[in-house]
């Protein structure tokens, strides 16, 4: 289950980033609303750790984003003799993403958990 939640969320990050005019907007924040609305789902484990959350949405966006990024690299590399060079300063960037796409979407899976929480003990308040 923290897999499928980790997956969902970075699916809602990806999809932050196709909007055209407000992207610049919502794709930086976008670990951050996965994470949201991860957290949100009724389905998921109460017990899931927030920063495991965050930190699997990261991994998949780095996994996600560098496997897009490298092979465009290495074509737009090809002419030139400094293919490893450019592969070693991926290295930097992968490592920024990983840490953008955990911090937010740990963040964000935390308030999603606590709102989520709070929606439930209030339907139970005015069910009684």
Do not use: E
């Not at 699916?11 to 994470?35: A, E, Q, S, V």
């Not at 840490?99 to 209030?122: A, V, Y």
């Amino acid at each position: 289950m923290i897999i499928k939640n980790s997956l969902f969320g970075t699916l809602i990050t990806l999809l932050c980033f196709l909007p055209p005019l407000i992207h610049f907007i919502t794709g930086p924040l976008g670990p951050f609303i996965g994470g949201y609305v991860s957290g949100m789902r009724k389905k998921q484990d109460r017990s899931s750790s927030p920063i495991i959350i965050g930190g699997l949405i990261g991994v998949f966006l780095t996994l996600a984003i560098t496997g897009l990024g490298l092979p465009i690299l290495l074509v737009a590399k090809s002419n030139t003799d400094s293919i490893s060079t450019s592969m070693m300063d991926f290295i930097p960037i992968s490592v920024l993403i990983l840490l953008w796409g955990s911090s937010l979407g740990s963040l964000g899976n935390f308030f999603g958990q606590r709102s989520s929480r709070k929606i439930d003990t209030q339907k139970i308040k005015s069910n009684h």
